[in-house]
Protein backbone atom coordinates (compact mmCIF):
# COMPACT_ATOMS: atom_id res chain seq x y z
CA UNK A 1 0.00 0.00 0.00
CA UNK A 2 1.41 3.34 -1.06
CA UNK A 3 1.51 6.21 1.32
CA UNK A 4 1.65 9.78 0.85
CA UNK A 5 2.44 12.18 3.26
CA UNK A 6 0.92 15.64 2.99
CA UNK A 7 2.72 18.38 4.34
CA UNK A 8 1.78 22.44 5.51
CA UNK A 9 5.35 23.44 5.23
CA UNK A 10 5.48 24.75 8.53
CA UNK A 11 8.71 24.23 10.65
CA UNK A 12 6.75 22.57 13.42
CA UNK A 13 6.60 19.33 11.02
CA UNK A 14 10.65 18.90 10.84
CA UNK A 15 10.98 19.74 14.63
CA UNK A 16 8.52 17.30 15.69
CA UNK A 17 8.20 14.54 13.05
CA UNK A 18 4.89 15.06 12.00
CA UNK A 19 3.07 15.70 8.51
CA UNK A 20 -0.24 17.34 8.41
CA UNK A 21 -1.75 14.72 6.82
CA UNK A 22 -1.10 10.68 5.72
CA UNK A 23 -3.08 8.81 3.26
CA UNK A 24 -2.58 5.20 2.75
CA UNK A 25 -4.92 3.35 0.15
CA UNK A 26 -7.86 5.54 0.96
CA UNK A 27 -7.56 6.46 4.17
CA UNK A 28 -6.81 9.57 5.45
CA UNK A 29 -6.17 11.09 8.92
CA UNK A 30 -5.36 15.05 9.32
CA UNK A 31 -3.11 15.83 12.55
CA UNK A 32 -4.64 17.94 14.64
CA UNK A 33 -4.90 21.79 13.27
CA UNK A 34 -5.28 25.13 14.53
CA UNK A 35 -5.55 28.42 13.88
CA UNK A 36 -2.07 29.96 13.88
CA UNK A 37 1.03 30.96 11.82
CA UNK A 38 4.13 32.29 12.13
CA UNK A 39 3.19 35.34 12.75
CA UNK A 40 0.84 33.96 15.73
CA UNK A 41 -2.77 33.09 16.78
CA UNK A 42 -5.29 33.97 13.60
CA UNK A 43 -8.68 34.95 15.06
CA UNK A 44 -7.88 35.68 18.64
CA UNK A 45 -10.93 35.63 21.12
CA UNK A 46 -13.11 33.85 18.44
CA UNK A 47 -14.07 30.00 18.50
CA UNK A 48 -16.11 30.59 15.63
CA UNK A 49 -13.80 32.33 13.76
CA UNK A 50 -10.43 29.61 14.75
CA UNK A 51 -13.33 26.72 13.89
CA UNK A 52 -13.68 28.07 10.17
CA UNK A 53 -9.65 28.43 9.23
CA UNK A 54 -9.27 25.61 10.79
CA UNK A 55 -11.90 23.44 8.54
CA UNK A 56 -10.58 25.02 5.03
CA UNK A 57 -7.02 23.83 6.38
CA UNK A 58 -8.47 20.47 6.96
CA UNK A 59 -10.03 20.60 3.29
CA UNK A 60 -6.84 22.04 1.78
CA UNK A 61 -5.34 19.04 3.13
CA UNK A 62 -7.59 16.81 1.78
CA UNK A 63 -7.84 18.05 -1.25
CA UNK A 64 -3.83 17.88 -1.64
CA UNK A 65 -4.33 13.75 -0.98
CA UNK A 66 -6.73 13.76 -3.41
CA UNK A 67 -10.07 13.63 -1.51
CA UNK A 68 -12.61 15.93 0.23
CA UNK A 69 -14.83 17.07 2.87
CA UNK A 70 -17.17 14.70 1.46
CA UNK A 71 -15.08 12.05 2.15
CA UNK A 72 -14.98 13.05 5.90
CA UNK A 73 -15.63 10.12 8.26
CA UNK A 74 -15.01 11.78 11.99
CA UNK A 75 -13.60 14.48 13.34
CA UNK A 76 -12.48 15.19 16.75
CA UNK A 77 -12.88 18.96 17.94
CA UNK A 78 -10.61 20.00 20.92
CA UNK A 79 -11.54 23.33 22.80
CA UNK A 80 -10.03 25.15 25.53
CA UNK A 81 -13.79 26.34 26.93
CA UNK A 82 -16.62 23.81 26.53
CA UNK A 83 -18.73 27.16 27.16
CA UNK A 84 -18.14 28.20 23.19
CA UNK A 85 -19.95 24.76 21.83
CA UNK A 86 -22.06 26.27 20.54
CA UNK A 87 -19.96 29.06 18.02
CA UNK A 88 -17.25 25.72 17.13
CA UNK A 89 -20.32 23.38 16.26
CA UNK A 90 -21.89 25.85 13.78
CA UNK A 91 -18.90 26.53 12.04
CA UNK A 92 -18.38 22.79 12.09
CA UNK A 93 -22.08 22.29 10.63
CA UNK A 94 -21.32 24.56 8.04
CA UNK A 95 -18.80 22.59 6.58
CA UNK A 96 -20.66 19.42 7.44
CA UNK A 97 -24.18 19.54 7.95
CA UNK A 98 -24.96 17.19 4.93
CA UNK A 99 -21.97 14.63 5.47
CA UNK A 100 -22.36 14.18 8.94
CA UNK A 101 -18.99 12.58 9.48
CA UNK A 102 -18.87 10.93 13.69
CA UNK A 103 -17.92 13.58 16.15
CA UNK A 104 -16.30 14.11 19.41
CA UNK A 105 -15.63 17.52 21.17
CA UNK A 106 -13.88 17.70 24.37
CA UNK A 107 -12.51 20.41 26.39
CA UNK A 108 -8.81 20.44 27.72
CA UNK A 109 -6.63 22.07 29.44
CA UNK A 110 -4.18 24.17 27.09
CA UNK A 111 -3.62 23.47 23.32
CA UNK A 112 0.03 24.59 21.87
CA UNK A 113 -0.12 27.91 22.05
CA UNK A 114 -1.63 30.57 24.10
CA UNK A 115 -4.68 31.88 22.57
CA UNK A 116 -5.96 28.79 20.42
CA UNK A 117 -9.66 28.08 21.33
CA UNK A 118 -9.76 25.19 19.12
CA UNK A 119 -7.85 22.08 17.24
CA UNK A 120 -9.33 19.57 15.13
CA UNK A 121 -8.30 16.18 13.43
CA UNK A 122 -10.09 14.53 10.88
CA UNK A 123 -10.17 11.41 9.37
CA UNK A 124 -11.73 10.65 5.77
CA UNK A 125 -11.78 7.71 3.54
CA UNK A 126 -11.47 8.64 -0.09
CA UNK A 127 -14.51 7.78 -2.41
CA UNK A 128 -16.63 6.77 0.73
CA UNK A 129 -19.09 9.54 -0.36
CA UNK A 130 -21.56 8.71 -3.03
CA UNK A 131 -21.97 12.73 -3.19
Given amino acids: MMRKNI ?3 TQWESRVGYSRA ?3 GNHIEVSGTV ?5 GVLAPGDAYGQTV ?3 DRIEQALVEAGS ?3 D ?5 IFVTDISGWEAVGRAHAEKFGDIRPAATMVEVRALIRPGLLVEIEAT ?3 GSSDR
Fill in 72 to 76: VVRTR
Fill in 35 to 39: AADAS
Fill in 7 to 9: SSG
Fill in 22 to 24: VRT
Fill in 124 to 126: AVA
Fill in 53 to 55: IIL
Fill in 68 to 70: GMQ
